[in-house]
């Protein structure tokens, strides 16, 4: 069965640093892989996916990724982090009709 | 266009009671799923339902019921609640007009938080 699998419950780096929330996947065929944040008392919001053609995605608030076939992987990066990255981060799969996620990567910005 | 909502945004109930959560899909949007989120267990797939018709369930005891209705939107039901049912309840629709489409965004509403004393 399709899954995810995130290294790495938290994450701290200091404003302006690089940002890197890895995810790797398993699964027998190519999948479709989403990456999603929720801010505090809030719902998941989709930051990008990974369906077909170009590896390196570019999604919303400066993230992309990048689907590595060969590492089974699909991890999150952004250049320069925000103050305003803080929050939780979600790799998910999706395998038919419902998302499967990871557990989750807590990224805390320090200034 | 308005995204998903879910109301009530927060409930307190005691353990026994039954509660019923609603959800609003994005309009257009057929697809309709259902989260659980708990510290301990993450996100948990509850059930999806496309056009009225449930077609997938999580490994959820049959105390955790839904449906949906002819404009897509969603009801889910606890009844009997256990402490252990304290969580936020996600509810997310997608568009899926060919059916079940994997590459189709789930779009999530801002959750109900069910605290159960």
């Known amino acids: 069965a399709q899954s995810v699998t995130q290294l790495g419950s938290h994450v701290s780096v200091s404003e302006g640093a690089l940002v890197l929330l890895r995810c790797n996947y398993s699964s027998s065929v190519p999948p479709y892989l989403f990456w999603y944040v929720q801010y505090p008392n809030q719902g998941l919001q989709l930051l990008l996916k990974y369906t077909t053609g170009a590896t390196l995605v570019k999604g919303i608030n400066g993230f992309e990724a990048e689907f590595k076939k060969s590492e089974t992987s699909f991890h999150l990066t952004k250049p320069s982090a925000h103050m305003s990255d803080a929050a939780e981060y979600f790799c998910a799969v999706r395998p038919k009709h419902h998302m499967r996620f990871g557990a989750g990567t807590r990224l805390t910005v320090k200034p | ?117």
């Open chain 2, 1 to 117: 266009k308005a995204g998903v909502t879910q109301t009530p945004r927060y409930l307190i109930k005691t353990r026994g009671q039954q509660v019923t959560l609603s959800c609003s899909p994005i309009s257009g949007h057929r697809s309709v799923s259902w989260y659980q989120q708990t510290p301990g267990q993450g996100l948990q797939f509850l059930f999806e339902y496309f056009s009225e018709t449930q077609r997938n369930k999580g490994n959820f005891p049959g105390r955790f019921s839904g449906r949906q209705f002819s404009n897509s939107r969603s009801e889910m039901n606890v009844s009997t609640l256990e402490l252990g049912d304290s969580a936020l309840y996600l509810c997310a629709s997608s568009l899926e007009l060919a059916g079940i489409t994997v590459t189709d965004t789930q779009y999530f509403g801002p959750g109900t938080r069910l605290t159960v004393l």
